[in-house]
């Protein structure tokens, strides 16, 4: 799998730092299943140190070294009385890791960088061996909507007034081309400095629909407890916009 966050880790929190939506429904299963937790795509610690900050067990993991890096440098700065947390690079097809957890989180559609159907089973393989017996999985997928992914390509224009820094008068274009025949996005971020200079990376998605994940899941060993169609945990239908999975470690994969 491609470290293509390499790329642009200095610039992945002016552009994300600000999300918050998610924070609460993680921060809540945390609670409810208890530590340790592991955090699938931990980026640059948006979640892995609140998490921490609210007291609990968190092992990150990512394969981006240079996003861990950020992340590793916020972890210093949190104060006395946070849960432990443990940084480490990996890929998400395959870490072995000697801890069983109680819950396993995968955010911000980090589960959809999976772009063949080996790699999503393998790493919900690797997911079902790191899970305590009867452990919880739950991550966020975005609906693919039909009058979204009825186009081929878009473009779209963030002003530096929209990001976390105005002042560094840093600006985003963002241009998506659309496979549909391999349900792929593939997205290029170009980011426009004040002296002229820019930086691109392009990121990989494979999109999933619901019923399509549900038997990902199931092959799998685990049991879809719940879908919710937002962050908290609203019914799910078509027009949601998001699909948060709730599923539970019950058995043998198949």
Sequence with gaps: MPVVYDRFARFYDLEYSLKED????????????GDPVLEIGAGT???????????HEVCGIDDSARMLAIAGRKLRKLPEGAGPVELIRADMRDFGLKKKFALC??????????????DQLATLAAIH?????????????FVPLHQVLSHRDWHEEISAEEL??????????????????????????????AD?????????YR???RYEM???LALSGFTVEAVYGGFSEEPYDYHSGVMCFVARKSGRRR
């Design 129 to 141: 061996r790191a899970l305590r017996p009867g452990g919880y999985l739950a991550f966020d997928l």
């Design 207 to 209: 999109y999933i629909y």
């Design 214 to 216: 549900e038997a990902l």
């Design 105 to 118: 989180i995968i955010p911000f559609r980090a589960f959809l960088h999976n772009l063949t159907q080996a």
């Design 22 to 33: 998610d924070l609460p429904f993680y921060l809540d299963l945390a609670d409810r299943f």
């Design 45 to 55: 610690g948006r979640i892995t140190l609140e998490l921490a900050r609210a007291g």
């Design 196 to 204: 002229g200079k820019e930086s691109s990376a392009v990121m990989r």
């Design 164 to 193: 976390a820094d105005p002042e560094q008068g840093i600006s985003l274009t963002v241009d998506i081309d659309h496979d549909p025949a391999r349900q792929l996005l593939s997205i290029r971020n170009t980011y426009h400095q």
